[in-house]
């Protein structure tokens, strides 16, 4: 069990600090959807209540190709900036989705084989995803309410009722199982939902982007130490069976939204946080200070200062 405490906390720490590195390396290529704004985060409240019914209901042909189709599709997204040559992009987006397949049905999902390929599938998905979200326009008050709304509908799907339970339970015959495992000796698995991963890695990005570094910072810390201290609760014993991850997890973003906008006012445009730390240099930005320092007043917060010179 040691060695799946220790994978699995990799990779919660692998895909919040890979969302937080490719943010600021990286552009994702967005498709015409325009800026994430309410009616954005009321179409993901409702995909959220509706697609674990649609993976019980539809036939497991039909998920499997949903599955494979959307993996592919954020794969390629997520690659694009970084293999520059599209047959290549293209072989890594394909083979990963291949042997994801081929060892489900091979090696059977327990294996330690598919779950490093789905492990590494995985991760590259949050990455992608939470930077589509973040570079699309989402802000820090969306990405709390829906933090918000999965606490109440994490308690009730997963520790209420066994809807959790039982979609896992039917993914776990199909490929691109949506939970980060690994498997022990005594063939239990130690899993992190890929849902607690999206939302633990795209916290930061639009808290850094509404608030400052300083802030993103914290929120990478808070959701490291909220995710991990879950894994090793249940992995001494203490939690039995699955548990509601964003029970904990998003209260914590509520917070952390409810201090920053008290704190430091209104969040940042788009435009207010790339002048204030643009890519490709290092960051220029005032220090977290006062309230009066936030976006609200005159001197808004991340507007560049001068350079000083040492000596």
């Given at each position: 069990?040691?060695?799946?405490?220790?994978?699995?906390?990799?990779?919660?720490?692998?895909?919040?600090?890979?969302?937080?590195?490719?943010?600021?390396?990286?552009?994702?290529?967005?498709?015409?959807?325009?800026?994430?704004?309410?009616?954005?985060?009321v179409f993901m409240v409702g995909s959220i209540l509706l697609v674990p019914y649609l993976y019980l209901w539809l036939p497991a042909g039909i998920v499997l190709a949903l599955l494979a189709l959307g993996t592919l599709g954020i794969l390629l997204l997520v690659l694009e900036p970084v293999l520059s040559r599209?047959?290549?992009?293209?072989?890594?987006?394909?083979?990963?989705?291949?042997?994801?397949?081929?060892?489900?049905?091979?090696?059977?999902?327990?294996?330690?084989?598919?779950?490093?390929?789905?492990?590494?599938?995985?991760?590259?998905?949050?990455?992608?995803?939470?930077?589509?979200?973040?570079?699309?326009?989402?802000?820090?008050?969306?990405?709390?309410?829906?933090?918000?709304?999965?606490?109440?509908?994490?308690?009730?799907?997963?520790?209420?009722?066994?809807?959790?339970?039982?979609?896992?339970?039917?993914?776990?015959?199909?490929?691109?199982?949506?939970?980060?495992?690994?498997?022990?000796?005594?063939?239990?698995?130690?899993?992190?939902?890929?849902?607690?991963?999206?939302?633990?890695?795209?916290?930061?990005?639009?808290?850094?982007?509404?608030?400052?570094?300083?802030?993103?910072?914290?929120?990478?810390?808070?959701?490291?130490?909220?995710?991990?201290?879950?894994?090793?609760?249940?992995?001494?014993?203490?939690?039995?069976?699955?548990?509601?991850?964003?029970?904990?997890?998003?209260?914590?973003?509520?917070?952390?939204?409810?201090?920053?906008?008290?704190?430091?006012?209104?969040?940042?445009?788009?435009?207010?946080?790339?002048?204030?730390?643009?890519?490709?240099?290092?960051?220029?930005?005032?220090?977290?200070?006062?309230?009066?320092?936030?976006?609200?007043?005159?001197?808004?917060?991340?507007?560049?200062?001068?350079?000083?010179?040492?000596?």
């Amino acid at each position: 069990m040691a060695i799946a405490v220790a994978v699995v906390l990799l990779g919660a720490v692998a895909a919040v600090l890979g969302g937080w590195a490719y943010f600021r390396r990286y552009r994702v290529t967005r498709p015409p959807i325009g800026v994430v704004d309410r009616g954005d985060v009321v179409f993901m409240v409702g995909s959220i209540l509706l697609v674990p019914y649609l993976y019980l209901w539809l036939p497991a042909g039909i998920v499997l190709a949903l599955l494979a189709l959307g993996t592919l599709g954020i794969l390629l997204l997520v690659l694009e900036p970084v293999l520059s040559r599209g047959p290549v992009r293209w072989l890594v987006a394909l083979s990963l989705v291949a042997a994801d397949i081929v060892l489900a049905r091979t090696a059977g999902v327990g294996d330690w084989r598919y779950f490093a390929v789905n492990d590494l599938t995985l991760l590259l998905v949050v990455v992608g995803v939470t930077n589509l979200w973040a570079q699309s326009g989402m802000r820090a008050r969306d990405a709390a309410t829906l933090g918000g709304f999965l606490a109440v509908y994490d308690l009730l799907a997963t520790s209420v009722s066994s809807l959790t339970v039982n979609m896992v339970a039917r993914l776990t015959d199909l490929p691109f199982l949506p939970v980060f495992a690994w498997g022990s000796r005594d063939d239990e698995w130690l899993a992190v939902g890929l849902g607690d991963l999206l939302f633990a890695t795209v916290f930061p990005l639009v808290v850094r982007k509404a608030y400052g570094r300083g802030a993103g910072l914290v929120a990478v810390g808070i959701a490291l130490v909220a995710v991990g201290g879950v894994v090793v609760v249940a992995a001494a014993g203490a939690i039995e069976g699955a548990f509601p991850v964003m029970t904990v997890l998003g209260p914590l973003m509520v917070l952390q939204f409810l201090f920053w906008s008290r704190r430091l006012g209104p969040e940042r445009t788009t435009g207010q946080y790339l002048l204030a730390e643009p890519l490709g240099g290092p960051p220029r930005w005032r220090p977290l200070g006062a309230r009066g320092d936030g976006p609200a007043s005159g001197a808004s917060i991340g507007q560049p200062q001068p350079a000083r010179r040492s000596g």
